[in-house]
């Protein structure tokens, strides 16, 4: 497809699980993005990926959270030993250059997390 | 740090009102300034942006906004809303930083 597309888009875990996030970008696109939106709050920054390497990594909240991109592309995002207060929408954006450059970002549909 | 500011959380108008929704951001360097809008059950698309150049932007759907350096606000306006204008409206700057977004302001348009 030609939008940014993530999977899944539900994902139900119980607390202490891990969970993977999986985004796939606009091919093309060198730049990645991850946010965070909970109920009722806007969207928090969590990750930026710039072809594979992720030169800002300040928004991730803690050690849990992590994340990768291969073949500057597919990107994802890894929760360990899940908290109820990681339950959120987990978006992912990218655009064709850094965001320095003025580039517009662009979104997937998101993946709802809940955790029980 | 950067941050955003949307005065509204829920704003009500009957259709063919004109619409104003308040976005203030901190932040003492250059900005890029974007509005998003999310339809219900769909993902968040661009509104407008503001790179450089005239501060009054055109969007898509008639929506309008203009950027005051002055006093860091980026509002989103337009002339006369219509049923399908109702979602959730994200003002988001991008200075030092990929996109701080505001909290979301949510309207609702009845007939």
């Known amino acids: 497809g030609a939008g940014v597309s993530q999977s899944p888009s539900n994902k139900v875990t119980e607390k202490g699980k891990d969970v993977e996030l999986r985004c796939d970008p606009i091919?093309?696109?060198?730049?990645l993005y991850w946010y965070r939106q909970r109920l009722g709050q806007g969207l928090e920054f969590l990750i930026y990926f710039q072809g594979n390497s992720a030169p800002d990594k300040s928004g991730l909240p803690s050690d849990r959270f992590s994340a990768e991109r291969t073949g500057e592309s597919v990107s994802t995002l890894t929760i360990q030993r899940t908290q109820q207060e990681d339950s959120a929408v987990y978006l992912c954006a990218s655009s064709l250059a850094s965001y320095r450059d003025y580039n517009e970002q662009f979104f997937g549909p998101g993946t709802r997390l809940t955790v029980l | 740090a950067q941050s955003v500011s949307q005065h509204n959380h829920h704003v009500i108008l009957s259709e063919a009102a004109s619409l104003e929704l308040g976005c203030n951001y901190s932040y003492g360097g250059t900005v890029n300034l974007f509005w998003y809008v999310q339809y219900p059950g769909q993902h968040l698309q661009l509104l407008l942006k503001?790179?450089?150049?005239?501060?009054l932007v055109k969007g898509i759907k008639g929506f309008e906004a203009e950027f005051i350096k002055s006093k860091f606000s980026f509002n989103l306006r337009k002339p006369s809303v219509q049923w399908s204008d109702t979602a959730e409206y994200f003002c988001?700057?991008?200075?030092?930083?990929?996109?701080?977004f505001g909290k979301g302001t949510r309207l609702s348009v009845i007939a």
């Open positions: 091919s093309g696109h060198t730049a």
């Open positions: 503001y790179f450089s150049g005239d501060p």
């Open positions: 988001a700057v991008s200075g030092n930083t990929p996109l701080v």
